[in-house]
């Protein structure tokens, strides 16, 4: 029994570190390996996806509804960000990071004078149970529930659905995706939103457990830039992989030596894999099957 | 001799704006407008200007890396936190005595040199560039950040130097030079005022020469296209880790010159908004052109403190909006474009 207790505990970990970085990077991963743009503004759609889900659901919305309706205005804000500032910027990719960073600082102090400092959040519901004489929480499993369904959901969508298809011809030759009548533009301006919603559902998700301010989306970018580097440009061979491995990583030092260690070592794990796999986990796998 | 003049020349050269008579004519006027503004103005304008002066190293450190060498470094922050804590950790324990300070200094910058170096090593030689140069420094800067703001125990201590978590590390001496009887110390005041200055037209014209040099020509060219320089035999990663060091130690000095400045330190003197900053700077005032990158960087300095009057929130949200709208509008920069114009209608004047 406390062989079994100390495994589901080490699982348990695991998964949590696994949603964790899975859920902070899939949005990131999707603009990047689509697009080729690195979101810096990625923690701040996290955190708007986080305030949205949290007002609604102070209004009376059950969550599930709330944290939808998160992903649906932190997506839509993303595609009006693509058609203001991204879309003048697809000629020189290095400088849409810079754009980013400075949408980034206006939405961490514009929120900042709109909103206050902090707002009161929403508890984390489910509670939780016992296992082997340690307490879990329910949420933290629906968590890791949900991590696993977006994978599965986002590679139904860029394999099953039209969008998908006109999505991935668009990335892979885009002008001859044009020439073959797609909207290329309107593709870029769904993905970049797909992106946004999805950093708008991790906010969301995780809004139960947090404290509401609005620099919040810090907490996640340093995992997020992480699993995207190590995984590199595809979202399927590349982040849930990485997520994999950088879990390990990280549930095991976080239970050691605490929080910081874990991101201490994620960043060593980083940056010796970057000096190994350049082109990250995902371009070490298509390589090898080329 | 020879040698002295093929340097000389060097002031001037393809890499930077401003040639001929006419520009160092203006160059002399401003130097000799900033040796005299002490003179019109008191102490606490002139401990204020340092301050801005103090920033202008981590700029030109940028403008070398980001500008000329086309390498996203978005974590210098990280070395300007490095060097100033080094700073502090050792003239706390060793005090300030025999000019210890200025050894303390080329000490602390060591240490941020020897960082980079160890940190360019893994990123130069994966050869991994572009975006993701960029946010692999801005993590290490992030965890650094975090890393500082949890050593508020008292178990966090080197020596006799507490570390003292998010309020940060103060009580180090400022900057001490001996001298035959009584030694000099350096409050942010016009002897400070005058040594910064002194410093900075030194490294400004120092890095002149070197961005004229080969090892200038070369690393704008990898810039330009790293096949074609790698195929013209040239080692793509070490001129760029060259100058990854050099510019992270420029980054090290402002953060000795800040620590000593203002005898503290705090771990959100790295953190995403101060490492936002000095990027704004560069990019504002034009990142591939070095005199373009010190008078953006205080043109902006200035324009932020007087916001910050207003509140430092609306700066903030003003400084993102101007580098948002730079990118847009002036992707090379805004002092670039002016100096540009200026050169066309004074003929052959700047590039």
């Known amino acids: 029994m406390e062989i079994l207790g100390a495994v589901f505990a080490a699982v348990y970990q695991f998964g949590d570190a696994f949603a964790f970085l899975v859920l902070s990077a899939c949005g990131l991963a999707v603009i990047f390996g689509m697009m080729g743009v690195i979101n810096l503004a990625h923690g701040e759609f996290i955190m708007c996806g986080a305030y949205v889900t949290v007002m609604t659901n102070r209004l009376g919305v059950p969550l599930p509804v709330a944290i939808l309706a998160g992903a649906l205005v932190a997506g839509a804000v993303g595609v009006l960000v693509e058609r203001l500032v991204i879309r003048h910027l697809y000629s020189r990719p290095l400088d849409t990071i810079v754009a980013t960073w400075g949408i980034s600082l206006i939405a961490t102090q514009g929120t900042l004078i709109v909103l206050g400092s902090t707002m009161p959040g929403v508890g984390t519901p489910f509670g939780s149970f016992e296992f082997a004489g340690l307490s879990y929480s329910y949420y933290r499993i629906v968590l890791m529930l949900s991590a696993v369904a977006v994978l599965a959901i986002l590679y139904l969508f860029f394999t099953r659905t039209r969008f998908g298809v006109l999505a991935r011809a668009t990335i892979q030759v885009p002008s001859m995706a044009e020439a073959l009548g797609v909207d290329t533009r309107f593709i870029y301006a769904m993905t970049f939103g797909l992106g946004a919603a999805l950093a708008g559902l991790t906010g969301g998700l995780y809004a139960p457990t947090m404290t509401m301010v609005p620099t919040m989306g810090t907490t996640f970018i340093m995992e997020a830039f992480v699993t995207v580097v190590v995984g590199g440009a595809d979202v399927f061979l590349g982040t849930a992989p990485a997520a994999a491995v950088l879990a390990v990583v990280k549930a095991t030092l976080t239970s050691w030596y605490g929080q910081l260690f874990g991101q201490i070592g994620l960043l060593i794990a980083v940056i010796i894999v970057i000096r190994v796999l350049p082109r990250g986990i995902s371009g070490f796998i298509l390589r090898e099957r080329a | ?351």
């Open chain 2, 1 to 351: 001799m020879t040698s002295f003049r093929r340097w000389i020349s060097r002031l001037e050269g393809p890499q930077t704006m401003g040639r001929g008579p006419a520009f160092w004519v203006g160059f002399c006027v401003v130097l000799v407008a900033a040796c005299a503004y002490p003179l019109f103005s008191d102490g606490y304008t002139v401990g204020n200007t340092v301050y801005f002066f103090n920033w202008v190293f981590m700029a030109l450190g940028l403008s070398l890396i980001w500008g000329y060498g086309g390498s996203l470094s978005f974590g210098q922050t990280a070395f300007f936190g490095l060097a100033g804590y080094g700073y502090g950790i050792l003239t706390i324990n060793v005090g300030d005595a025999y000019g210890f300070t200025l050894i303390a200094t080329l000490l602390a910058i060591g240490v941020a040199a020897a960082f980079a170096a160890l940190l360019g090593y893994f990123l130069f030689f994966g050869r991994i560039s572009g975006v993701f140069l960029g946010i692999v420094t801005l993590s290490v800067t992030l965890v650094f950040e975090r890393f500082m703001a949890q050593t508020a125990g008292p178990e966090w201590r080197v020596g006799s130097a507490r570390l003292n978590g998010f309020n940060g590390m103060s009580g180090m001496p400022p900057l001490t030079i001996p001298w035959f009887g009584e030694s000099i110390v350096l409050y942010p005041d016009i002897e400070l005022y005058y040594v910064t200055l002194g410093l900075l037209v030194i490294v400004y014209l120092g890095l002149r020469i070197l961005v004229n040099s080969r090892f200038g020509n070369v690393l704008v060219a990898i810039r330009e296209n790293p096949e074609r320089a790698e195929m013209l035999g040239y080692d793509v990663r070490k001129y760029q880790l060259g100058a990854f060091v050099i510019g992270s130690s420029l980054a090290g000095l402002s953060g000795v010159l800040y620590t000593t400045w203002g005898q503290y330190i705090t771990p959100s003197s790295m953190g995403i908004t101060a490492a936002a900053l000095p990027v704004i700077w560069v990019a504002v005032g034009g990142r591939s052109d070095l005199t373009a990158t010190l008078a953006g960087t205080l043109i902006v300095l200035a324009g932020f403190q007087a916001l910050t009057i207003y509140g430092s929130q609306y700066a903030l949200v003003v400084m993102g909006l101007l580098l948002v709208l730079t990118v847009l509008v002036a992707p090379q920069g805004v002092v670039v474009l002016v100096g540009r114009a200026l050169g066309r209608l004074f003929g052959r004047g700047a590039r």
